[in-house]
């Protein structure tokens, strides 16, 4: 991905996106904050920067390394200029969770499930819903997540969880047995979601760092 951005700066070195894509590499692959802090702020000084740009710049790297306020405003201010791109409002629905405000989180999440009901979007209104303590909401937006994708880590390893909160060990552990027959790469992570809920910390932990090693960019999400 690194090569793909600097090949399309060598064509356009005015392109905000490709200085973005840049530095989400940088942020989460490399976990070279500060270069990525670097490219994303060549982006922004881009004479045409889309919202996306600002978007990923406050999600992918200030939610991580703060301020996270400015981040969020990034978030608004992008929503408000592409009210129908999805992915946005998923995005700050993300970033607020994180920031310990999860009634505004659900309500960005939702928006983004009317704009495009994605199996993503469920999962992570799960993952919100548990935050909350609503757990039997929760399942629904996990079952929801494993009808759209039941080939997704994420969400298997999200229904291990969810379900194991609601008190049904059994289909928990069976989430837990498609996940480990799934042939997903990025299976590490599936299973980091489950063990955390579930309140197993020591294999949560080795899960994370096997999901570190493989680089799955996901994890920050998780960790943050």
């Given at each position: 991905m690194r090569e793909l951005a600097e090949q399309a700066l060598a064509l356009d070195p005015?392109?905000?996106?490709?200085?973005?894509?840049?530095?989400?590499?940088?942020?989460?692959?490399?976990?070279?904050?500060?270069?990525?802090?670097r490219l994303f702020r060549q982006a922004l000084a881009c004479h045409t920067v889309p919202p996306l740009v600002r978007a990923w710049y406050g999600f992918?790297?200030?939610?991580?390394?703060?301020?996270?306020?400015?981040?969020?405003?990034?978030?608004?201010?992008?929503?408000?200029e592409d009210p129908l791109n999805y992915i946005i409002p998923f995005m700050y629905?993300?970033?607020?969770?994180?920031?310990?405000?999860?009634?505004?989180?659900?309500?960005?999440?939702?928006?983004?499930?009317?704009?495009?009901?994605?199996?993503?979007?469920?999962?992570e209104l799960a993952l919100n819903?548990?935050?909350?303590?609503?757990?039997?909401?929760?399942?629904?937006?996990?079952?929801?997540a494993i009808a759209l994708a039941p080939w997704s880590s994420y969400a298997l390893g999200t229904l291990a969880g969810v379900t194991a909160l609601a008190g049904d060990r059994a289909r928990s552990d069976d989430a837990l047995r498609q996940l480990a027959e799934s042939q997903a790469l990025d299976?590490?992570?599936?299973?980091?979601?489950?063990?955390?809920?579930?309140?197993?910390?020591?294999?949560?932990?080795?899960?994370?760092?096997?999901?570190?090693?493989q680089r799955l960019p996901w994890i920050a999400v998780l960790l943050y």
């Open positions: 005015t392109l905000a996106e490709a200085y973005a894509m840049a530095a989400i590499v940088a942020c989460q692959y490399e976990y070279d904050y500060a270069r990525s802090e992918w790297l200030l939610r991580v390394t703060g301020p996270t306020e400015e981040g969020l405003e990034l978030q608004r201010q992008a929503i408000a629905g993300i970033t607020l969770t994180g920031a310990g405000r999860a009634e505004e989180g659900e309500a960005a999440l939702r928006q983004a499930l009317v704009l495009q009901p994605g199996f993503v979007a469920h999962v819903l548990v935050a909350q303590g609503k757990v039997s909401d929760a399942l629904r937006s996990g079952e929801s299976k590490a992570f599936g299973y980091t979601v489950a063990h955390v809920m579930r309140g197993e910390l020591e294999a949560a932990a080795e899960w994370a760092s096997r999901t570190i090693d």
